[in-house]
Nanobody
Framework: QVQLVESGGGLAQPGGSLRLSCVAS??????????WAWYRQTPGTPRTSVAVIRRGGRSVYADAVKGRFTISRDSAENTLFLHMDNLNTEDTAVYYC????????????WGNGTKVTVSS
């Protein structure tokens, strides 16, 4: 069973930057066919998509983070990244990475989350 492990969360000031990482415990066959994504969740709210790398490599972002967040993946290192710039207090959340197999409706794999707090 593949495990995803996030890291890189922590405390940042408004306007600051953080880079989240998500490492898969093993190589996934045909991983380029998976959809890789970052979600975030605050207490009492649903988990929502922040950024996605679709099959074919196109990246899609939530409106709230467009122009500030960048999703990328290093297949050789089995690692997904989320580079976050110009952070604001509304970015405070637990961030989760996920992988969805071709044809899947929901992600097959989830990490346990890494907390990001943006505060002065």
């Amino acid at each position: 069973q593949v495990q995803l492990v996030e890291s890189g969360g922590g405390l940042a000031q408004p306007g600051g930057s953080l880079r989240l990482s998500c490492v898969a415990s093993e190589s996934m066959p045909a991983d380029h066919l998976y959809e890789w994504a970052w979600y975030r969740q605050t207490p009492g709210t649903p988990r929502t998509s922040v950024a996605v790398i679709r099959r074919g490599g196109r990246s899609v972002y939530a409106d709230a983070v467009k122009g500030r967040f960048t999703i990328s993946r290093d297949s050789a290192e089995n690692t997904l990244f989320l580079h976050m710039d110009n952070l604001n207090t509304e970015d405070t959340a637990v961030y989760y990475c996920s992988a969805k197999s071709p044809g899947g409706v929901m992600p097959n794999y989830w990490g346990n989350g890494t907390k990001v707090t943006v505060s002065s």
